[in-house]
């Protein structure tokens, strides 16, 4: 499984079953994914120990850098955390969190007006604590109240023990899935999730993912074998094309007690398709005057396609991802969209007048272009039949427009 997931993303301590104890593992994924600012969520994750080698699949919105796990609130607690209205607080023996309505500060106290379910805000004075090293400054989990919703990596406040800790990961102990924490003082602790959020067995699950498959894509699924362990689904088999493969991945993803699906599905090859041919299909999609878009780019290596783009936000082009997946041949894709806000800027204006100018010049004729103006510069893209239209173009838009800078990307078509 290994060499499916051929990218280290970053390294992280967590529970290893082999070593029994906390090791560094390196988290692994399919794609090169960058971990600034989160993932998105259902991304498979290899988890490897350094010290031996031992693998398990998690998935991106288990860990702390999926975030966002809804229903859920991540608790401040007096002395650890800088407090503002708005935040859930807990205090040490005290029954639950409270919303803070509103703190103030004296030279040795601070005072927290708190309510609790709704009630009026009950005062509750403090000695001052000056906070040097904030160590979660989102907050904690409180365990093992809230137990069945951390997320790998939070720190967690431990109510009855009265330590501080973080979760090392989720594991399955004498037919229990437990929730691995290591406290402040290096011990070990494996908390019981509660029963309605434990996974569903095997077998069961499995069964019932086939029969929804079989009824969902009726000639797709008898191709499609099913594999389950711990509430994560693999899929391993032949589809007819990307758009199927990513349709059945997401329906297990959608699908209630799943974890997470692990696609390992491979798009049917009537004839070779070349890299290059691929490419050039997904240019000619993209010149379409139908999206509106601007500093895109395309790169296809081994049947899979990296596709980046840009549009102003009215301009979406919500059926592209689909229309690219369903081009023959095609076995991966990965379509990043960078959205701009709408702009009506002088620059942007005379970008519309200078295209219909080209668009009209007989000299273009069956040429494609598009000048766009962002980040403070402007880019011509498209497509031309020779180099003499690509020179063409670039001299009537500087002419135009009064300006030497110009990006011209555009391509030559035989």
């Known amino acids: 499984m290994r060499k499916q997931f051929p990218h280290r993303l970053y390294t992280q301590k967590l529970f290893c079953r082999n070593c029994r104890a906390v090791t560094k593992h390196g988290l692994y994924a399919k794609e090169p994914y960058s971990t600034y600012g989160g993932m998105a969520p259902h991304i498979p994750l290899l988890c490897r120990c350094d ?48 919303i803070v309505k509103s703190c103030f500060q004296s030279e040795d106290k601070e005072v927290f007006l708190v309510s609790y379910d709704g009630a009026p805000p009950e005062k509750i004075e403090c000695p001052k604590v000056v906070i040097q090293n904030e160590e979660a400054p989102e907050g904690y989990r409180l365990v093992p109240a809230q137990t069945a919703h951390v997320l790998i990596g939070d720190h967690v406040y431990h109510a009855i023990r009265n330590q501080f800790g973080i979760a090392v990961g989720l594991v399955s102990d004498a037919g229990k899935d437990k929730l691995a924490v290591l406290l402040d003082d290096n011990s070990l602790l494996f908390i019981t999730i509660p029963q309605s959020m434990q996974n569903v067995p095997n077998a069961t699950l499995s069964e019932y993912v086939r029969q929804k498959l079989l009824l969902l894509f009726p000639e797709d699924a008898p191709r499609v074998l099913v594999t389950v362990g711990q509430g994560i689904v693999y899929l391993d088999g032949i589809v007819r094309s990307l758009a199927v493969k990513r349709a059945l991945s997401a329906c297990v993803n959608n699908m209630p007690k799943v974890r997470g699906c692990v696609d390992f599905l491979r798009v049917q090859m009537e004839t070779y398709i070349s890299d290059e041919r691929l490419e050039g299909s997904i240019w000619r999609l993209l010149d379409m005057p139908a999206f509106k878009i601007f500093d895109y780019r395309v790169e296809v290596k081994d049947s899979k396609a990296n596709v980046t783009l840009s549009c102003f936000e009215s301009n979406f082009p919500k059926d592209l991802e689909k229309r690219i997946a369903d081009l023959p041949g095609l076995q991966d894709l990965s379509l990043s969209i960078t959205r701009f806000p709408e702009s009506s800027s002088d620059s942007q204006v005379m970008c519309r007048v200078i295209e219909k100018e080209l668009a009209e010049n007989t000299r273009l004729s069956g040429a494609v272009i598009r000048l766009n103006y962002f980040n403070n510069k402007y880019v011509m893209e498209g497509r031309v039949s020779n180099s003499f239209q690509k020179q063409w173009a670039l001299i009537n838009a500087v002419k135009m427009m009064r300006t030497p800078s110009i990006d011209n990307r555009l391509r030559v078509i035989q």
């Open 51 to 98: 010290e031996c080698d031992t693998t398990f699949v998690a998935f991106s919105h288990e860990f702390t850098i999926g975030r966002g796990a809804k229903g859920t609130e991540y608790t401040k607690i007096h002395g650890k955390n800088r407090i503002i209205p708005g935040n859930w607080l807990y205090f040490k023996n005290k029954v639950k969190p409270g």
